[in-house]
T-cell receptor, first 114, second 116 residues
Framework: SQTIHQWPATLVQPVGSPLSLECTVEGTSNPNLYWYRQAAGRGLQLLFYSVGIGQISSEVPQNLSASRPQDRQFILSSKKLLLSDSGFYLC?????????????FGPGTRLTVL | AQSVTQLGSHVSVSEGALVLLRCNYSSSVPPYLFWYVQYPNQGLQLLLKYTSAATLVKGINGFEAEFKKSETSFHLTKPSAHMSDAAEYFCAVSEVSNFGNEKLTFGTGTRLTIIP
C-alpha cells in the first residue's frame, strides 16, 4: 500500500528561524506530491506540488519553498519563519493506478511559530 | 475553474440522529468527487469517492453520498450518528485532467459534533 511519512509531528520555532519539514512516500514510484497548509479554523490551502525530481510548482507566493531532491522525498523549507506560518502542514501523494486524482495523506506536522 | 462549497462550517447532531453534510460543486466537465475525514491532529482519510460508476456511493464507517448532477451536489449522509463520527469533513472535486496537472480542490470543511 502507498504510505506518506512526515516528520517531525510537532514543532515549535521562534520567529526568524529556519524551517525544514520532510515528507517521504513508500509503496509507489514517481508519484505527484503535494504540500498543504491548514491554518486554525480554515480549510486546506495547496502550497506546492511536484510531478517529479526537481520539478516544483508554487500555488501561492509566500515565505516558503519546496524541493524534491529524490523521487520519494518532498521537503518544505523556509529561511525565516513568520508568525503567519503557524499551522498544520500536510503532505499528500497522488494515488497511483487510477484516473480519479485521488490523494492519500500523511499524518501532518503541527508548526507553532512564537 | 472547479470549486467546492460546503454549507455549514459547524454541524451538531445528537447521537443516533441523521448526519447530513452538504457539498455543492462547480465544474466545467463531469467531475470526480471525494469526501475525506480528518480526526484531530491527523491527516485526511478517504471516506468515499464518486467516479461516475454509480450515483449513490457507499463509503467507510456507514457513510454514503449521492451525486446529483441537476443540483450539482454531493451531500454526505449517515443514518445514525455515533460519537466516533466527531471530526472534520472535507469535500473535494477533481476534473479529468492532463498528466502533470492532477489537483484536488477542497471545500473549507465542516466540523461535525455529536451530542450525547
Amino acid at each position: 500500500s502507498q504510505t506518506i511519512h512526515q516528520w517531525p509531528a510537532t514543532l515549535v520555532q521562534p520567529v526568524g528561524s529556519p524551517l525544514s519539514l520532510e515528507c517521504t512516500v513508500e509503496g509507489t514510484s514517481n508519484p505527484n506530491l503535494y504540500w498543504y497548509r491548514q491554518a486554525a479554523g480554515r480549510g486546506l490551502q495547496l502550497l506546492f506540488y511536484s510531478v517529479g525530481i526537481g520539478q516544483i510548482s508554487s500555488e501561492v507566493p509566500q515565505n516558503l519553498s519546496a524541493s524534491r531532491p529524490q523521487d520519494r522525498q518532498f521537503i518544505l523549507s523556509s529561511k525565516k519563519l513568520l508568525l503567519s506560518d503557524s499551522g498544520f502542514y500536510l503532505c499528500a501523494g497522488l494515488l497511483a493506478g487510477g484516473p480519479y486524482n485521488e490523494q492519500f495523506f500523511g499524518p501532518g506536522t503541527r508548526l507553532t511559530v512564537l | 475553474a472547479q470549486s467546492v462549497t460546503q454549507l455549514g462550517s459547524h454541524v451538531s447532531v445528537s447521537e443516533g440522529a441523521l448526519v447530513l453534510l452538504r457539498c455543492n460543486y462547480s465544474s466545467s466537465v463531469p467531475p470526480y468527487l471525494f469526501w475525506y475525514v480528518q480526526y484531530p491532529n491527523q491527516g485526511l482519510q478517504l471516506l468515499l469517492k464518486y467516479t461516475s460508476a454509480a450515483t449513490l456511493v457507499k463509503g467507510i464507517n456507514g457513510f454514503e453520498a449521492e451525486f446529483k448532477k441537476s443540483e450539482t451536489s454531493f451531500h454526505l449522509t449517515k443514518p445514525s450518528a455515533h460519537m466516533s463520527d466527531a471530526a472534520e469533513y472535507f469535500c473535494a472535486v477533481s476534473e479529468v485532467s492532463n498528466f502533470g496537472n492532477e489537483k484536488l480542490t477542497f471545500g473549507t470543511g465542516t466540523r461535525l459534533t455529536i451530542i450525547p
